[in-house]
């Protein structure tokens, strides 16, 4: 049996050691390359503010956030769900670098143990696969989503759960065919209209306004993070 789960988080900004934080972790569970819908999904509280850059990305507030819980609280739950399987991420260094930061963070040394992640669990980093296939050319998760015809119209914000879908149905697709989406569906949509029911439902409460990256604004997130990867 092999075990994988497809993993993507949503930052206070781009860099740790700057003090940046994880505000939602996505992950999506594939058992023998067919999706099981055991999926976990956390909204963090950052304990810190959030860039405005990285507000345009994925319309987190500090406010919608301010009552879910640390890290530290939901550590233990995202451990058991991750071992035992590969870990698949788009821009992996990204990921798994911001979750080696805040398990760093902990007081407890007995999490000291999982330092670094790599040492212990398998990550696939399909950035570094689609540059492969495709030397030179655009490799974002868009564009890969644009390349092997998977449906993301419904992606005006990023959302680590969402992407996470997403990116399990372009790492099939890229990896050799895939399977049946069908049974997902629901699920899926399901979050997509509660991510965009919860961020909008704070805005209006706050009365924040949130002003969408443009185009040339995604471009420039998208090469910078291709660039920290390499």
Do not use: W
């Amino acid at each position: 049996m092999t075990r994988q789960i497809l993993l993507d988080t949503e930052t206070t900004g781009l860099i740790p050691k700057d003090g940046h934080r994880i505000i939602e972790i996505g992950c999506v569970e594939l058992i023998n390359r067919r999706l099981t819908g055991n999926n976990l999904h956390f909204y963090l509280n950052p304990d810190r503010e959030i860039d405005l850059g990285a507000l345009k990305v994925h319309g987190l507030t500090n406010e919608f956030l301010a009552k879910k819980p640390s890290f530290k609280h939901i550590i233990d739950e995202f451990i058991n769900y991750i071992q035992n399987a590969q870990i698949i991420a788009h821009n992996a260094k990204f990921d798994i670098g911001f979750i080696n930061h805040e398990i760093s963070l902990l007081e407890q040394d007995i999490y000291n143990k999982f330092l670094p992640l790599t040492d212990h669990i398998k990550v696939i980093d399909t950035l570094a696969i689609a540059k492969k296939l495709f030397p030179g050319q655009k490799n974002s998760l868009d564009a890969l989503c644009k390349r092997y015809n998977v449906d993301n119209k419904h992606r005006e914000l990023h959302g680590a759960l969402l992407d996470a879908n997403l990116l399990a149905q372009v790492y099939l697709a890229m990896t050799g065919g895939q399977n049946s989406f069908d049974f997902q569906e629901e699920r899926v949509e399901s979050y997509n209209q509660n991510h965009f029911n919860n961020k909008q439902s704070v805005l209006q409460k706050h009365q924040i306004r949130i002003i969408t990256a443009n185009s040339e604004e995604l471009a420039l997130h998208n090469k910078f993070m291709e660039t920290i990867s390499e």
